[in-house]
């Protein structure tokens, strides 16, 4: 269900080991352009840190989890986004549909979005 850090894809991004076209970087967060974008803005916010699932997060590591927030909430004003609205939304495990096992904040925004997902 996890794979180690050393062949996580995200961890790569972050370690600037394959190319990403990054928008917003802390010593703890960092945030890219998805590469198979669901709507005109399709941002992933991810910690720098490897933590696979939403089941991994505990006392030790869910202060990260507010800072993915504040980086949403800084995105949202550098595109401009916030007045009209946008989604965040991670996605656990396969019924979940999650397919890169390294927590990341889904980011959607520039379309009026639908509700329920499917
Ligand atoms: P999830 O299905 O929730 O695990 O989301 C994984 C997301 O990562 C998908 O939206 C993919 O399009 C995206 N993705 C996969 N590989 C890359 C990559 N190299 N750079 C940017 N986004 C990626
Ligand atoms: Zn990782």
Not at 31 to 53: E, G, Q, R
Not at 85 to 108: A, E, P, S, W
Request: proline share 5%; charged share 25%; with cysteine.
């Amino acid at each position: 269900m996890s794979e180690d850090n050393e062949n996580c894809l995200f961890c790569k991004i972050v370690k600037k080991q394959i190319p990403a076209e990054i928008v917003f970087e802390t010593k703890e967060v960092i945030a890219f352009c998805d590469i198979d974008p669901k709507a005109p803005i399709h941002y992933l916010i991810i910690p720098k840190t490897h933590i696979s699932t939403i089941n991994d997060i505990s006392e030790e590591n869910s202060e990260i989890i507010g800072l993915l927030y504040e980086a949403a909430s800084k995105l949202a004003v550098m595109s401009g986004v916030d007045k009209d609205g946008y989604r965040v939304v991670m996605n656990c495990n396969k019924d979940g549909g999650q397919t890169v096992y390294h927590i990341h904040l889904h980011f959607l925004a520039g379309r009026q979005l639908n509700w329920p997902p499917g």
